[in-house]
């Protein structure tokens, strides 16, 4: 089975511009995460969509938004972008919404770069 | 809030050695969830194991052990008889189901760097 994918794998942005990162979870992974990592650091929590709905947001602007659609698959767009926004983004997937029942499963990520 | 501290950022060993990483949490939770990624250098975190708050046994799957302290909030992980595949960076996660969200809360981070 496939594993989580995102896409695409590089990109490289402006400062101001726009930016949309796709993920694909799982096959039967209801819930998709989003999470932030800066070069050596930690991943940073942005979002979780269970079921097309927003469950839980982690401390970001509103520049960051996401959604999910029918097929679990998600989207993260970030507006006016910023030099700090340059990190990798990591989607991941779970079966359902709580870590009781199911780990998160991440994909490779994204590299953004921002210049 | 809740807090995972990585003390050590970067272990170099000769393989064959054992290496142990460190990881110490803070939660005001009773029931929570610690867990251990690997990440190599394709980005991908890769799920090792995962731990609730009332399973205070230790785990061995392999060469990888986990020792799992209530008491002094820690959650350290082995690696024995270490081998260059295991170069990669590890993090320790800890996750609340109380909290909005199947958030986790990660460490720094321990860079492996395990030599020939």
């Known amino acids: 089975d496939a594993g989580v994918t995102q896409s695409p794998t590089h990109l490289i942005k402006t400062r101001g511009q726009q930016v949309t990162l796709r993920c694909s979870p799982i096959?039967?992974?209801?819930?998709v995460s989003w999470y932030q990592q800066v070069l050596g650091q930690g991943p940073q929590f942005i979002f979780q969509y269970y079921e097309k709905e927003e469950r839980g947001r982690g401390n970001f602007p509103d520049r960051f938004s996401a959604r999910q659609f029918p097929n679990y698959s998600s989207e993260l767009n970030v507006n006016a972008l910023l030099l700090g926004d340059s990190a990798l983004y990591l989607c991941a997937s779970s079966l359902s919404q709580g870590p009781q029942s199911s780990p998160l499963h991440f994909g490779n990520g994204t590299r953004l770069t921002v210049t | 809030a809740q807090k995972v501290t990585q003390a050590q950022t970067e272990i170099s060993v000769v393989e064959k050695e054992d290496v142990t990483l460190d990881c110490v949490y803070e939660?005001?939770?009773?029931?929570?969830?610690l867990f251990w990624y690997k990440q190599p250098p394709s980005g991908e975190l890769v799920f090792l194991i995962r731990?609730?708050?009332?399973?205070?046994q230790n785990e061995i799957s392999g060469r990888y052990s986990w020792n799992f302290q209530k008491s002094t909030s820690s959650f350290n992980f082995t690696i024995t008889a270490s081998q260059v595949v295991d170069s990669a960076v590890y993090f320790c996660?800890?996750?609340?189901?109380?909290?909005?969200?199947?958030?986790?809360?990660f460490g720094g981070g321990t860079r492996v760097l395990v030599k020939p």
């Open positions: 096959s039967g992974h209801k819930s």
């Open positions: 731990r609730n708050s009332f399973d205070e």
């Open positions: 996660a800890l996750s609340e189901p109380q909290a909005a969200g199947n958030k986790l809360t």
């Open positions: 939660t005001r939770d009773t029931t929570y969830y």
